[in-house]
């Protein structure tokens, strides 16, 4: 159960992180639809990278189907530095261990997610590449010290 908290707290933070940073003019939050096609397209058709998925047809639900994958992915993530931090010993519930954790774990969008959903690696199939990348790249960062502070305190 405090695995699961620490999960839909440290979610919520970048949620809330993005909808700030959209209310202060900036991009626009994930759209967790696409998420959601994205992974029913793997189970009706068996395709992973979709170079397409902008333009395929919408399924029912998919919004709220990329909502929960998104908040099971963060999830894992919480599960991953548990295991980095109790079994391993190789990181620590402090702000920098989880900065670092959040920075490195940004290379699955980068290199998974993003060209899975057609982005390209890199997000280099987007208008503004850079931006994406560093934009995953903040909030990562401030998941990964969310997870460690969300540790420490609970």
């Known amino acids: ?52 998925l902008q333009e395929t047809d919408a399924y029912s639900n998919e919004r709220a189907i990329g909502w929960v994958f998104h908040y099971f992915v963060g999830g894992v993530y919480v599960i991953a530095y548990v295991i980095l931090w109790k079994i391993c010993g190789i990181i620590s519930t402090t702000i920098w261990d989880g900065f670092v954790f959040g920075a490195i774990s940004v290379v699955v969008p980068w290199f998974f997610f993003m060209p899975a959903i057609g982005a390209g690696i890199l997000a280099r199939k987007t208008a503004n590449p850079v931006f994406v990348c560093i934009s995953a790249f903040a909030t990562h960062s401030i998941f990964g010290v969310s997870i460690a502070l969300l540790l420490k305190a609970i």
């Open 1 to 52: 159960m405090y695995l699961i908290l620490i999960s839909f707290l440290s979610v919520g933070v970048i949620d809330l992180w993005q909808r700030i940073v959209h209310g202060l003019g900036g991009s626009a939050p994930t759209d967790w639809a696409i998420i959601g096609r994205w992974l029913l397209m793997i189970f009706s058709h068996r395709i992973i990278v979709n170079t397409q």
